[in-house]
């Protein structure tokens, strides 16, 4: 007998990210960094990277920019997993454009 329930279900991870007042592009997301906190709350310097001593996130991450008041969700799809050919994350890349 099989009993499926969606508490069994992970739910997608969302990143709160703060960007940079004048960065729009190409973003990345450094993940399982010695010495960094073990957030989800991350901010991308002028070049749109970030560090987190995060190291476990499910396969379905959100992205959320935050900048100047206004925030824009970046979908599971948009967000690419960066992994080790033995599958330890290494790093999440995505676009950040704020309108």
């Known amino acids: 007998m099989f009993l499926l329930s969606c508490g069994a279900r992970r739910v997608a991870d969302v990143l709160d990210v703060e960007v940079a007042p004048q960065f729009s592009g190409p973003a990345e997301i450094r993940a399982c960094r010695a010495g960094q906190p073990k957030t989800l709350s991350i901010s991308l310097d002028e070049q749109g990277v970030g560090e987190t001593g995060a190291c476990s996130f499910s396969d379905q991450v959100r992205v959320r920019l935050h900048r100047a008041g206004r925030v ?25 454009t704020l309108p």
Not at 72 to 96: S, Y
Request: charged fraction near 20%; glycine fraction near 8%.
């Open 72 to 96: 824009v969700e970046i979908p599971p799809q948009e967000v690419h997993l960066l992994k080790t050919g033995d599958g330890i994350l290494t790093a999440l890349t995505f676009e950040a």
